[in-house]
């Protein structure tokens, strides 16, 4: 794997030729982040700051489209390296053998790897505002399952780890 600063570069340089495509393709395999249910990219409108998105579009258990906007490149790298990898999770998500059906389960289970990068360890860690903004929406779909549901049972272990997180970045923040 190239330097992340090497990496950099590469995405400045397909960024500035409006090779934005090429640019999310180079990190993908650069990543690691390919899956055989993906199908391609596709552009969409272009990012603000405060609000950046991406989506997986596709019937389930076909193929996915990752749908990114055309001006990705110009936000920090480590935040759409996450936002590629978070994109990544639902296409495996949506394949015939491995179906996620509740849309809060996909959501919380993408918005964790972005927080602990067990799946992708590769991938950069987000910085701390990130890591809290991230943290709040995987609690937000956690509490979209249903409070003493089955899937909220399932993942009570993983709900821990991202309160004890949103604790230890709180008190970062306080001793700041």
Known sequence: ?????????????????????????????????????????????????????????????????IRIPENAFEYPLHLMLNLLLHEMIHVAQKTPENTIHDKNEREWQAYYEMLFHEQYPQIPELSHFHKRFFAHKAVEYYNRMGEGSPLQIKYGTQKQNVDLLLLDLAEELQNK
């Open 1 to 65: 794997m190239k330097t992340y600063q090497d990496q950099l570069q590469i995405v400045n340089s397909f960024h500035e030729m409006g090779e934005t495509i090429a640019a999310a393709k180079f990190l993908m395999e650069e990543y690691g982040l390919t899956h055989p249910n993906f199908k391609g990219f596709e552009l969409r409108e272009k990012a603000k700051p405060e609000f950046i998105l991406m989506t997986t579009e596709g019937a389930l258990g076909e193929p996915q489209v």
